[in-house]
C-alpha cells in the first residue's frame, strides 16, 4: 500500500479550476509537513507548495500564489490542492510529499514519503 496517493487530475481547458486529492496512509499527516510538487514533460520537478504541521503555515511557489491554495483536513488524513485559472504552465504530473520535520519547507530536510503523482494537463 503507498503511503500517499494522489488524484483529481485530467484534462482541463485554460481558465479552469481543478482540486487535486493526497491521501496518506499508515502515518498520521497531523505530525508531518505536506507538499505539492510537479513535474512539466521534459523539466525537472518543482515544489509547489510545503505546508507545515502544527501551525500549518503554507508557502507557495511564486508561479501559482494567488491561484492555487492548500487544504489539510488531518481527521481524513487528506491534503488538497484547489487550482484555479489553470494555463498550460500548469501542466504536469502533480505529486504529495511528506515530510517528519518542518525543515524540509526551507530545504534542510529531504522529504521522507512520495506519492506517485497525478496527471494535470491544461490545453485547449
Known amino acids: 500500500q503507498l503511503p500517499l496517493v494522489e488524484s483529481g487530475g485530467g484534462l482541463v481547458r485554460p481558465g479552469a479550476s481543478v482540486r487535486l486529492s493526497c491521501v496518506g496512509s499508515?502515518?498520521?499527516?497531523?505530525?508531518?509537513?505536506l507538499g505539492w510538487f510537479r513535474q512539466a514533460p521534459g523539466k525537472g520537478r518543482e515544489r509547489v507548495s510545503c505546508t507545515t504541521y502544527g501551525d500549518e503555515r503554507t508557502f507557495y511557489d511564486d508561479s501559482v500564489k494567488g491561484r492555487f491554495t492548500v487544504s489539510r483536513d488531518n481527521a481524513k488524513n487528506t491534503m488538497y490542492l484547489e487550482m484555479n485559472r489553470l494555463t498550460p504552465e500548469d501542466t504536469g504530473l502533480y505529486s504529495c510529499a511528506a515530510g517528519r520535520s518542518n525543515r524540509v519547507c526551507d530545504g534542510r530536510e529531504a522529504w521522507d514519503l512520495w506519492g506517485p503523482g497525478t496527471q494535470v494537463t491544461v490545453a485547449s
Open positions: 499508515g502515518f498520521t499527516s497531523e505530525v508531518y509537513a
